[in-house]
């Protein structure tokens, strides 16, 4: 298995899914992009080794300077704000129905 090729696949899979207006053609889409997700994620677990793009420094925006970081640690980041900011969200559409 390719890792790069299916990570290629799936995100053509996702746009052409978030364009399509059929609904036959949005199961089918649905279904192939399963699929590459469960392919990659099964060669993931058994050690394969991961995406060309999931490997590249990028800039994190949570950091100063000018240290680079890995994209694992800008998503953790990212994972943590975006969490925080859900929670945040929740509790003013609460408050906002009370």
């Known amino acids: 298995m390719d890792p790069n090729a299916t990570l290629q696949r799936i995100r053509e899979l996702q746009n052409d899914l978030s364009h399509t207006r059929s609904y036959e053609s949005a199961a089918g889409l649905a279904a192939e992009l399963a699929d590459a997700v ?3 994620d099964e060669w ?3 050690g394969g ?3 060309r793009d999931w490997e590249k420094p990028v800039i ?3 950091e100063t300077g000018t240290k680079a970081a890995t994209q ?3 998503f953790d980041r990212g994972y943590i704000l975006g969490a925080k900011h859900e929670a945040e969200r929740r509790d003013q559409q ?3 129905v009370r």
Do not use: G, N, R, T
């Open 72 to 74: 694992h640690e800008a």
């Open 38 to 40: 469960q392919d990659l």
């Open 44 to 46: 993931l677990k058994k």
């Open 49 to 51: 080794y991961p995406p």
């Open 60 to 62: 994190s925006a949570y």
């Open 94 to 96: 609460f408050k906002d």
